[in-house]
T-cell receptor, first 113, second 114 residues
């Protein structure tokens, strides 16, 4: 069965430090890949998506993600985090049946001042 | 352009009751998907509606049902509520429900079942 794993439940980084959030998926073919961010009381906001082509994808708010087929990974990165980046981050894949998104459990990002 | 809106924001029900949640899709979108997000977990796909027809369903029992109206707004109905139905219910709209369409999410409805 298809699945998405985000190995880190929480990550704490200092403001200004770099960030990498991990995402691994299990799926026979290349899925469509997404990263969303969820802030308290707000809906899920799309950061970036990968469908095909260049495996390094640029998103909003200075985020980028790299698709690595050999590792079935789609890790999210940011070179320098800001306090406003504190939120929960979800990786999701979309497969070619039912058009549903399959989600990871999320990684909560905590920013140290 | 208005975004996706959901009502109500919060709801408290007791076990066995029925509940209806509402979603207004983003302007120009004809597809609505519903997700259940339990505390500390990622969303789980319930079903999707495209042009008033159910277009896909996740692993949820039939007591979870939905409707989409001609203006593409949508309702999620849950009958015979169980304690485990307590969750954040998210609605997302997209242009056509296709694989390359981005889903835009509303803020959710927090349902508590006592």
């Amino acid at each position: 069965a298809q699945s998405v794993t985000q190995p880190d439940i929480h990550i704490t980084v200092s403001e200004g430090a770099s960030l990498e959030l991990r995402c691994n998926y299990s799926y026979g073919a290349t899925p469509y890949l997404f990263w969303y961010v969820q802030s308290p009381g707000q809906g899920l906001q799309l950061l970036l998506k990968y469908f095909s082509g260049d495996t390094l994808v640029q998103g909003i708010k200075g985020f980028e993600a790299e698709f690595k087929r050999s590792q079935s990974s789609f890790n999210l990165r940011k070179p320098s985090v800001h306090w406003s980046d504190a939120a929960e981050y979800f990786c999701a894949v979309q497969i070619d049946s039912n058009y549903q998104l399959i989600w990871g459990a999320g990684t909560k990002l905590i920013i140290k001042p | 352009e208005t975004g996706v809106t959901q009502s109500p924001t919060h709801l408290i029900k007791t076990r066995g009751q029925q509940v209806t949640l509402r979603c207004s899709s983003q302007s120009g979108h004809n597809t609505v998907s519903w997700y259940q997000q339990a505390l500390g977990q990622g969303p789980q796909f319930i079903f999707q509606y495209y042009r008033e027809e159910e277009n896909g369903r996740g692993n949820f029992p039939p007591r979870f049902s939905g409707l989409q109206f001609p203006n593409y707004s949508s309702e999620l109905n849950v009958n015979a509520l169980e304690l485990d139905d307590s969750a954040l219910y998210l609605c997302a709209s997209s242009g056509s429900g296709g694989l390359t369409d981005t889903q835009y999410f509303g803020p959710g409805t927090r349902l508590t079942v006592l």
